[in-house]
C-alpha cells in the first residue's frame, strides 16, 4: 500500500505539549475572540484551544503545542490539512475565476464527468452546494418533485442539518427550532446492534422486526404521501452507530415494494471516509438520492447532492442553483481530493486503519469495564462508555473526562457525551494511529480510576 509522504508524522515531536493546554496564548485570544464571537460548540467549549496551522495529521496551537488529529476538522479533512494538491487546485482558481454562478465551466464540467465514473450505479445528475445542510434540504426537494409526495422518514438519532427541513428529520431538542416539525415529517427507531429495540430469540438484533414496523407505522401514522426515508447509512453524531449489514439491502427492498424514494445522508460518510466513495456500498446497495460533504473538498466548502438517473428531470422543478454551489474554487477542490483517494489508494487506506483501530478497541474493552461498545468502519470510530455493562447507562461524566485527558496529551478529537468519537485523516500512518489510540487507552484508565471504577 502506498504511502502519501504528505502523511508522515515524526512521532518523536508530535504530539508535544510546551506548555499545559489551553495554553496562556490559547486562553487570550479565546477571550479576546469569544466576547463577540458566539454559540460555540460543546467541544470548544469543554477544551477551549486556539489552532493556528495544520499539517496532514497534526494541528498546532497558538502556544506551539502539537496535537495528533483524530477529527479532521469536524469529519472534514479526509486526506489531512492543507493537502497540497488541494491547496494548490483552490488557489489556482481563486487567482482565475471565483464564481460564475451556475455557467458551465471546464472544471465543473470536468468534476461531474468525474463523479459519474466513481459513484456506483446510475447516480449520475449532479447538483452542488456550499454546506451539508443546503444539501440534505435540496435532496428534499428533489425527492417531492420525482414523486409529488411531501411525507418523509427518518431514523431515531439521525442527524441531517440545522435549517427547518433537516432538523424536522432528526431530534428537534430545542424550542429555537419552533417546536413543530415541518408537516409530513416523521422519525422511527432504526436498528443499533448495541442498543437493539427488537431481538432475536438468541438475542442478536432483528432487522426484519424494524421493517416491519416502518410498514405498520406507514400504514397508521402517515397520511399515505410518503416521498421516502432519509437516512444516515452509519450515524455520526448519533455515535458512530453501524446499523446490522442486513439492514438497508433490506429497507432497499421495503422501499423499492412500495414505490417510496431511498436518500442516503452521506454528508458525513462519504469520500473514503468509511473506506467506500460512499457508504451504502458496503451493503452493495444504490440510493435514488445521496447528499455528500465534508470531505468532499477536505475542507473548501462544497457539497453535492447526487441522484439516479430517474431523477434527473427533478432537478429542473425545484430551482436547483445557488449563489455559490459550482463555483470553480470548490470545483477544483472535490475533483483534486476525489483524484487524490484515487491516486492514492485511499479507500483502502481507510478500511485498513478502520481494523487497525477495532483490534486495538478490541484491547480497551478487554482492560477498561466502563467500555461497553467499540466500533469502526473505516476511519469513522466510536467507543461507548457505560457504568454498568448490563444496564448500558451511558457514562457521561467519563466521557468529558476522557476526552479532556486525551485531548490536554495532545490529540484533537471530538466529544459526544458518553460516546467518543474519532475521525483520523484517512492517510495516517498506523503508528500514529496506533499512538492517538494508545493516548486514548490511558485517558480512560485514568477516567476509570478517578470515578472509582
Ligand atoms: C449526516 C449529516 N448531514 C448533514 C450535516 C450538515 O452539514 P453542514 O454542517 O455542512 O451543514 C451534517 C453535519 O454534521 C451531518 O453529519
Not at 488557489?91 to 451556475?102: E, P, S, V
Not at 440545522?162 to 415529517?185: D, F, N, Q
Not at 406507514?218 to 447509512?233: G, K
Request: aromatic residues 10%; hydrophobic residues 40%; charged residues 25%.
Amino acid at each position: 500500500m502506498k504511502k502519501s509522504d504528505w502523511a508522515h508524522v515524526d512521532l518523536k515531536k508530535v504530539p508535544k505539549m510546551v506548555t499545559a493546554a489551553p495554553g496562556p496564548k490559547s486562553k487570550s485570544l479565546h477571550d479576546r475572540c469569544t466576547k463577540y464571537f458566539k454559540g460555540l460548540s460543546g467541544q470548544v467549549k469543554l477544551f477551549p484551544v486556539a489552532f493556528e496551522s495544520g499539517h496532514g495529521c497534526t494541528l498546532t496551537d497558538v502556544d506551539g503545542n502539537q496535537y495528533i488529529d483524530f477529527s479532521s476538522g469536524i469529519y472534514v479533512t479526509t486526506l489531512g490539512h492543507c493537502h497540497p494538491k488541494v491547496s494548490e487546485a483552490v488557489a489556482k482558481h481563486a487567482g482565475q475565476l471565483m464564481n460564475a454562478h451556475d455557467f458551465t465551466t471546464p472544471i465543473k464540467t470536468k468534476l461531474v464527468e468525474k463523479l459519474a465514473e466513481v459513484l456506483p450505479g446510475d447516480l449520475n445528475g449532479f447538483q452542488f452546494y456550499d454546506c451539508g445542510t443546503a444539501a440534505v434540504e435540496a435532496g428534499q426537494r428533489v425527492l417531492r418533485a420525482g414523486t409529488g409526495r411531501n411525507e418523509m422518514i427518518s431514523g431515531f438519532y439521525d442527524f441531517h442539518g440545522k435549517t427547518y427541513g433537516a432538523v424536522s428529520l432528526a431530534e428537534i431538542r430545542s424550542p429555537v427550532y419552533g417546536r413543530v416539525r415541518a408537516p409530513g415529517m416523521h422519525m422511527v427507531p432504526r436498528p443499533n446492534p448495541y442498543r437493539p429495540i427488537w431481538t432475536k430469540p438468541d438475542g442478536t438484533i432483528d432487522t426484519d422486526k424494524y421493517i416491519e414496523f416502518y410498514e405498520e407505522y406507514i400504514q397508521r401514522a402517515t397520511v399515505h404521501d410518503v416521498a421516502a426515508f432519509v437516512l444516515e447509512p452509519i450515524q455520526g453524531w448519533g455515535g458512530s452507530v453501524i446499523p446490522p449489514d442486513d439492514f438497508f439491502p433490506k429497507l432497499r427492498k421495503f422501499c423499492d415494494d412500495h414505490k417510496i424514494l431511498l436518500m442516503a445522508d452521506e454528508v458525513l460518510t462519504s469520500w473514503a471516509r468509511t473506506g467506500k466513495w460512499l457508504c451504502c456500498e458496503h451493503w452493495g446497495i444504490v440510493p435514488d438520492v445521496v447528499s455528500i460533504g465534508k470531505g468532499f473538498g477536505n475542507g473548501f466548502p462544497v457539497t453535492a447532492v447526487a441522484v439516479r438517473e430517474p431523477f434527473k428531470e427533478s432537478f429542473e422543478k425545484i430551482s436547483a442553483s445557488s449563489s455559490y454551489g459550482g463555483n470553480p474554487m470548490a470545483c477544483a477542490a472535490a475533483l483534486a481530493s476525489t483524484e487524490v483517494i484515487e491516486q492514492e489508494n485511499l479507500l483502502e487506506r481507510s478500511t485498513h486503519l478502520g481494523e487497525l483501530a477495532l483490534k486495538r478497541m478490541e484491547k480497551m474493552k478487554q482492560t477498561h469495564k466502563i467500555v461497553g461498545d467499540v466500533r469502526a468502519k473505516g476511519c469513522l470510530m466510536g467507543i461507548e462508555l457505560v457504568k454498568d455493562r448490563k444496564t448500558k447507562e451511558p457514562f457521561d461524566k467519563a466521557g468529558e473526562l476522557v476526552y479532556k485527558k486525551a485531548f490536554a496529551r495532545g490529540l484533537a478529537w471530538i466529544p459526544a457525551g458518553h460516546i467518543l468519537r474519532m475521525s483520523p485523516p484517512v492517510i495516517m500512518e498506523d503508528e500514529v494511529l496506533l499512538k492517538g489510540l494508545d493516548m486514548i487507552d490511558e485517558a480512560i484508565g485514568e477516567t476509570a480510576k478517578e470515578l472509582g471504577y
